[in-house]
T-cell receptor, first 115, second 109 residues
C-alpha cells in the first residue's frame, strides 16, 4: 500500500511554544490530506481537511489560528500547533488520499506532550 | 446528524471467531471501511465495502447491507495479536470519512 510518513513520532514542548508536524506522502500524490486528533480511549476526531494549494477547511470547534495547516504541495502537509498548552497534549494523526472512494493512508502519528 | 455505532468493547478467546457490528446513518454513502488500531499507533486499513455482500480477505471478512445501514467485521482463528481497536468508518457524500468510536477487542488465551 501507499506510504505516508509523519514526523516527528513524539515531541515534548514547553507551554507557549509552537510545534510543527509534517506529513508526507512518499509514493503517491495526495490531493487531500486530513488531520486528526485522538485523546486516550477516544475515537479519531477530524480537525481539518486540506487540499493542495488551497486553504484548509476546519471542523467546528477547531481554532484555525491555533492549528495552522499548510498543504503547499501534493506530497507535503504541515500542522503547526501555536502557543501550545497542556490541554493540546494528544495524539495527532494525518492521513492522505487521492480522493474519491479510495482508502485513506495514515501516517504513524505524533504524540504531543505539552509541559 | 451523522452517526456510526459500534460496541465499545468485546472479549473473545484465542482461536475462536468474533463478529463486530457497525450501524451507520450518514449523508450519502461512498463506501465503508474497517481499520485496525493498536494502542498508540495509527489505524491500518483492513477492508472496504461499497456493494452489498461479503468481502473475504484471509482471516478477516467484512459484510455490508446498504439498505439496513449495517456492516460487520468477522475475525476468524483469533490470535493474541488481534487484540486492538477496530474502527468502522463511512465515506459520506463529500467523500469525507466519518468515524465510529471504535470497538476494543480483548483476546484471552
Amino acid at each position: 500500500g501507499a506510504v505516508v510518513s509523519q514526523h516527528p513520532s513524539w515531541v515534548i514542548c514547553k507551554s507557549g511554544t509552537s510545534v510543527k508536524i509534517e506529513c508526507r506522502s512518499l509514493d503517491f500524490q495526495a490531493t487531500t490530506m486530513f488531520w486528526y486528533r485522538q485523546f486516550p480511549k477516544q475515537s479519531l476526531m477530524l480537525m481539518a481537511t486540506s487540499n493542495e494549494g488551497s486553504k484548509a477547511t476546519y471542523e467546528q470547534g477547531v481554532e484555525k489560528d491555533k492549528f495552522l495547516i499548510n498543504h503547499a504541495s501534493l506530497t507535503l502537509s504541515t500542522l503547526t500547533v501555536t502557543s501550545a498548552h497542556p490541554e493540546d497534549s494528544s495524539f495527532y494523526i494525518c492521513s492522505a488520499s487521492t480522493g474519491g472512494v479510495t482508502e485513506a493512508f495514515f501516517g504513524q502519528g505524533t504524540r504531543l506532550t505539552v509541559v | 446528524g451523522q452517526n456510526i455505532d459500534q460496541p465499545t468493547e468485546m472479549t473473545a478467546t484465542e482461536g475462536a471467531i468474533v463478529q463486530i457490528n457497525c450501524t451507520y446513518q450518514t449523508s450519502g454513502f461512498n463506501g465503508l471501511f474497517w481499520y485496525q488500531q493498536h494502542a498508540g499507533e495509527a489505524p491500518t486499513f483492513l477492508s472496504y465495502n461499497v456493494l452489498d455482500g461479503l468481502e473475504e480477505k484471509g482471516r478477516f471478512s467484512s459484510f455490508l447491507s446498504r439498505s439496513k445501514g449495517y456492516s460487520y467485521l468477522l475475525l476468524k482463528e483469533l490470535q493474541m495479536k488481534d487484540s486492538a481497536s477496530y474502527l468502522c468508518a463511512v465515506k459520506d457524500s463529500n467523500y469525507q470519512l466519518i468515524w465510529g468510536a471504535g470497538t476494543k477487542l480483548i483476546i484471552k488465551p
